[in-house]
Each structure stands twice: as structure tokens, then as C-alpha cells.
T-cell receptor, first 112, second 113 residues
């Protein structure tokens, strides 16, 4: 069966520090991968999606970036965090040819 | 602009009671509409999915309805349980792109004993 992992589960970082969140998927090949951010009381906002290794599409301009160094690994990064980057970050995957997205457990990021 | 609006924003009910959550959307044309359940601090989990040609879909005590003419969907929860306390998110997939979902802001449901 397929599983999706995210780490860390929670993170507290100072403003201006770098960020690296990791997402990995097991039990499937060539998944579409997604990074979302969920601010308190707001809907999920798609940040990046990837249909293959090295292929990243950005949905909103921001100081975040994403990379997909391996088929089942998706990384969200920032060189310098802003207060507004605080939120709940969710990674999701979908199988090729389907649009059902399965979400990971999420990472709670607090920028102080 | 494609939008998904949910109401109410939050809801408190007693255990055992029924409730209905609403979702209005302006996405057109659309491929499918889903309802997700998101427990606090967890990722969303899909409850139901309906294409534009379907009117209703059930998953246990959860029943979703869809009226494509009025662009409205509802999620009815029967005989609520404490474990139903969560956020319920309506999600629409437009037909015009691939994999990009449009999320509502969610309804937070609290079931009290």
C-alpha cells in the first residue's frame, strides 16, 4: 500500500533562517506531487506541483522553492523565512491518470 | 474566477444529532467535486467524490449531494459521533486543467457529548 511521510511534524524557526521540509512517498511510482499551505482559518493554497523528477511548477510568487531530486521525494525550501511563512504545510500525491490526492500528515511551521 | 465557498464557517452540535454542511461553487466546467475530512493537525482524507452527472454519494453516515444546475453541494452527517469533530473541506476540480484543485475554506464541526 502507498504511504506518504512528512517531516518534521513541527518546526519553530526564527525570521531569516533557512527552511527545508521533506516529503516522501512509498509504494507508488511516478506520482504527481504537491505542496500546499494552510493558514489558520483559510483554505488550502497550492504552492508547487511536480509531474516528474526535476519538473516543478510554481503556483504563487513567494520566497519558497521546491525541488524533486528523486521520483518519490519532494522538498520545500526557503533561504530566508518570513513571519508570513507560518502555517501548516501539506504534501500530497496523486497517481498518474487519477486526480485523487492523498495527503501527508503535515508540518506545522511557526516563524518567530 | 473559480471559487468555492462553504457555510457555515463553524458548527457545534450534540452527539447523535444530524447536520448539513453547504458548499457553493462557481467553477465551470468542472470534472468532479469532493468532500474531505481533516482532523486537527492532520492531512485531509477524502470522504466522497461526485462527477457532474451524479446527484448523491454516500460513505457510511456521510451523504453528499450535488446540484450542478445551482452549483451547490451539501454534506449530510447522520447520527453524529464525537469522532466527527473535524474540518470538512469541499474541493472542486475544474475540467480545464490537470491536478489543480480548488479548495473551500472548510467548515469546522464540533460534536459535543
Amino acid at each position: 500500500s502507498q504511504t506518504i511521510h512528512q517531516w518534521p511534524a513541527t518546526l519553530v524557526q526564527p525570521v531569516g533562517s533557512p527552511l527545508s521540509l521533506e516529503c516522501t512517498v512509498e509504494g507508488t511510482s511516478n506520482p504527481n506531487l504537491y505542496w500546499y499551505r494552510q493558514a489558520a482559518g483559510r483554505g488550502l493554497q497550492l504552492l508547487f506541483y511536480s509531474v516528474g523528477i526535476g519538473q516543478i511548477s510554481s503556483e504563487v510568487p513567494q520566497n519558497l522553492s521546491a525541488s524533486r531530486p528523486q521520483d518519490r521525494q519532494f522538498i520545500l525550501s526557503s533561504k530566508k523565512l518570513l513571519l508570513s511563512d507560518s502555517g501548516f504545510y501539506l504534501c500530497a500525491w496523486a497517481g498518474g491518470g487519477t486526480d485523487t490526492q492523498y495527503f501527508g500528515p503535515g508540518t506545522r511551521l511557526t516563524v518567530l | 474566477k473559480n471559487q468555492v465557498e462553504q457555510s457555515p464557517q463553524s458548527l457545534i452540535i450534540l452527539e447523535g444529532k444530524n447536520c448539513t454542511l453547504q458548499c457553493n461553487y462557481t467553477v465551470s466546467p468542472f470534472s468532479n467535486l469532493r468532500w474531505y475530512k481533516q482532523d486537527t493537525g492532520r492531512g485531509p482524507v477524502s470522504l466522497t467524490i461526485m462527477t457532474f452527472s451524479e446527484n448523491t454519494k454516500s460513505n457510511g453516515r456521510y451523504t453528499a449531494t450535488l446540484d450542478a444546475d445551482t452549483k451547490q453541494s451539501s454534506l449530510h452527517i447522520t447520527a453524529s459521533q464525537l469522532s466527527d469533530s473535524a474540518s470538512y473541506i469541499c474541493v472542486v476540480r475544474p475540467s480545464s486543467n490537470t491536478g489543480k484543485l480548488i479548495f473551500g475554506q472548510g467548515t469546522t464541526l464540533q460534536v459535543k457529548p
